[in-house]
């Protein structure tokens, strides 16, 4: 090998090793941002810009009737859903409270929580999810401010029971335990 060929070999090398570097560089990404995502997530909204009321008392009636209207959303127990499974709104708030004098603050969140159905179980699980809207809304004298959010918690599953099977078939009612049809048992 001339010298030449020897520089140009020596020279290549090494940057073959750094081609490779970004290349591990991004699967070590690819991988992490893939985990991630199996994650939950939050993404807060813009801050609601302020908004004037004529009083204290009027912004804080304002806050009262949110929480009236948010509370109302509320389902006691989960309703049925077309494809099968059931959703719930479940509202969670302490109502508009006084931190302080002349400052009112409102704070509920809004879930959903779904679950799917039991004849797209696997293995004895159903798959469930719940995703949330945060809402901070806060008068100051007689001026409203607030800032909303929302998220989600990555789907989970859950265990479902199988349903009770008698061991034995019951006579209908309208036979004696131990009696035989009036066919005789011969089937049609």
């Given at each position: 090998m001339d010298a030449a060929?020897?520089?140009?070999?020596?020279?290549?090398?090494?940057r073959a090793a750094f081609r490779r570097v970004p290349a591990i560089a991004l699967g070590a990404g690819l991988l992490l941002a893939s985990l991630s995502a199996l994650g939950s997530g939050w993404m807060p909204g813009p801050p609601m810009g302020p908004r004037r009321f004529p009083s204290y008392a009027a912004c804080k009636a304002h806050l009262q009737q949110r929480n009236r209207?948010?509370?109302?959303?509320?389902?006691?127990?989960?309703?049925?859903?077309?494809?099968?499974?059931?959703?719930?709104?479940?509202?969670?708030?302490?109502g508009v409270v006084e931190p302080g004098r002349r400052h009112a603050r409102y704070k509920v969140q809004i879930g959903w929580a779904g679950r799917g159905s039991e004849r797209d179980a696997i293995d004895g699980m159903i798959q469930t999810q719940y995703s949330y809207e945060d809402t901070l809304l806060e008068c100051k004298g007689r001026t409203l401010t607030g800032e909303t959010a929302r998220g989600y918690h990555s789907p989970g599953f859950e265990r479902i029971e199988p349903k009770a099977v008698p061991?034995?078939?019951?006579?209908?009612?309208?036979?004696?335990a131990g009696a035989m049809p009036a066919n005789g048992g011969a089937r049609a």
């Open positions: 060929s020897h520089r140009l070999l020596s020279r290549s090398r090494p209207e948010d509370r109302a959303q509320a389902d006691a127990r989960p309703r049925p859903v077309a494809a099968g499974g059931t959703v719930q709104t479940v509202v969670t708030t302490d061991a034995h078939p019951q006579p209908p009612a309208d036979r004696p």
